[in-house]
């Protein structure tokens, strides 16, 4: 099965600053990458989708790029509201959906 | 605006079989995408259990495999998760989900779940 793991597994940073946050496969994906966002509390939120898709209503600051084994997801200036956990999730078959482990972005 | 709701027994006894629906509001499942169930565990990430097609078919975890049903009732519009023999490990927040997908112009099939319901909290203990 294909593993999906995230660095860094948490992060402080300050409203304004520039994060990425990187996603790494075991094999090739091609651009069959999600990332969701998730608050305390709360169900997952869909952010990107094929690796680059900005999904509809999410705010331009959120980006994601990357093909292949790497990907990345940046948010140009951090927000208040964007202090939360974000997961990677491959979908390169339907039949064998896998997650990161998650990457927690802390108030500094 | 598609809404999912999970629903079920809270507290599940070790060895029993958990059961929890999901009902869906503002889209008919019949007219198509993947419905899956996803988990998590307290404090931890999210591990997906399995994925039903409209007509159907189903995918599931290989590690879940041998104690997983997931069924689908279209006249209800809601779909099934059943988990047998329980133990404490399974232990988590319940969320189910449309397992949706698009294909783009050259006809690769992109998929990913949204929207997710509000999940539910299902406790393993005697």
């Known amino acids: 099965d294909i593993q999906m793991t995230q660095s860094p597994s948490s992060l402080s940073a300050s409203v304004g600053d520039r994060v990425t946050i990187t996603c790494r496969a075991s094999q090739s994906i091609s651009s069959y990458l999600n990332w969701y966002q998730q608050k305390p509390g709360k169900a997952p939120k869909l952010l990107i989708y094929?690796?680059?898709s900005l999904q509809s209503g999410v705010p331009s600051r959120f980006s994601g790029s990357g093909s292949g084994t790497d990907f990345t997801l940046t948010i140009s200036s951090l927000q208040p509201e964007d202090f939360a956990t974000y997961y990677c999730?491959?979908?390169?078959?339907?039949?064998?959906?896998?997650f990161g482990q998650g990457t927690r972005l802390e108030i500094k | 605006q598609v809404q999912l709701q999970e629903s079920g027994p809270g507290l599940v006894k070790p060895s029993e079989t958990l059961s929890l629906t999901c009902a869906v509001s503002g889209y008919s499942i019949s007219s198509g995408y993947y419905w899956g169930w996803i988990r998590q565990p307290p404090g931890k990430g999210l591990e997906w259990i399995g994925s039903?097609?409209?007509?159907?078919?189903?995918y599931y975890n290989p590690s879940l495999k041998s104690r997983v049903t997931i069924s689908v009732d279209t006249s209800k519009n809601q779909f099934s998760l059943k988990l047998s023999s329980v133990t404490a490990a399974d232990t988590a927040v319940y969320y189910c989900?449309?397992?949706?997908?698009?294909?783009?112009?050259?006809?690769?099939?992109?998929?990913?779940?949204?929207?997710w319901g509000q999940g539910t909290l299902v406790t393993v203990s005697s």
């Open positions: 999730q491959q979908s390169y078959s339907t039949l064998e959906v896998t």
């Open positions: 094929a690796a680059s």
């Open positions: 989900a449309r397992h949706g997908y698009y294909y783009d112009s050259s006809g690769t099939r992109y998929n990913w779940f949204d929207p």
């Open positions: 039903i097609y409209h007509s159907g078919s189903t």
